[in-house]
């Protein structure tokens, strides 16, 4: 069974930067074909996917963030993180790391989510 | 960007009718390669997150009711919900997965009537 789980700061200043960590259990982050992403929402808003680190340390970014991401993983400790830098109130949301399935040699929708974390931005 | 649009925003149902919500990209989600449509829904209660429901817009996940359908192909894609239970009551949501940056739909609220 896969499980992930988001941690990180509750509040965070504008223009500071925001680290959040996602803990897989279930799976190994060096596994081929496994990856996992970051999706926001923000209140009342749509879904926005931000960012997805595959195992092999490929990265894709939402281009949407103009370079604020940082993705990375440490399999070792079975977590990804994200950095947001230079962060402003309109990045207050919460937070989700999900699991992209990878079946057959193929990548697939985000089955399996966390329950996300509230992270606001505000001084 | 691939752009999904989704309608309508919200939509009440009687219990025991049918809801249906549409889901249109921009650009045609079938990859060439495997001839599959690359478009998931998710369903979402309030204080959860995203359920996946259907997988290349049609493949239900275990579990899922059958009372839930997904279709389409290309750029059109529906979901439909038959037989509206209480439990049906959340927001739906449209994603393409076939290529970065994903992008989601603005969401369909389903409430009862």
């Known amino acids: 069974q896969i499980t992930l789980k988001e941690s990180g700061p509750t509040l965070v200043k504008p223009t500071q930067t925001l680290t959040l960590t996602c803990t897989v259990s279930g799976i190994s982050l060096r596994t081929s074909g496994e990856s996992v992403g970051w999706i926001r929402q923000s209140p009342g808003k749509a879904l926005e996917w931000l960012a997805l680190?595959?195992?092999?340390?490929?990265?894709r970014y939402s281009p949407s963030l103009n370079n604020r991401l940082t993705i990375t993983k440490d399999a070792s400790k079975s977590q990804v993180v994200l950095t947001v830098t230079n962060v402003d109130p309109v990045d207050t949301a919460i937070y989700y790391c999900a699991h992209r399935r990878f079946v057959e040699w193929e990548s697939d929708a985000f089955d399996v989510w966390g329950r996300g974390t509230m992270v606001t931005v505000s001084s | 960007d691939i752009v999904m649009t989704q309608s309508p925003d919200s939509v009440a149902v009687s219990l025991g009718e049918r809801a249906t919500i549409y889901c249109k990209s921009s650009?045609?989600?079938?990859?060439?390669?495997?001839?599959?449509?690359?478009l998931a829904w998710y369903q979402q209660k309030p204080g959860q997150p995203p359920k996946l429901l259907f997988s290349?817009?049609?493949t239900r996940e275990f579990g899922v009711s059958d009372r839930f359908s997904g279709s389409g192909s290309g750029t059109d894609f529906t979901l439909t919900i038959s037989r509206l239970q209480a439990e049906d009551a959340a927001i739906y949501h449209c994603?393409?997965?076939?290529?970065?940056?994903?992008?989601f739909g603005g969401g369909t609220r389903v409430e009862i009537k």
């Open positions: 680190i595959y195992w092999d340390d490929d990265k």
């Open positions: 650009q045609s989600l079938i990859y060439r390669s495997n001839n599959k449509n690359y």
């Open positions: 290349w817009a049609s």
């Open positions: 994603q393409q997965y076939l290529s970065t940056p994903f992008t």
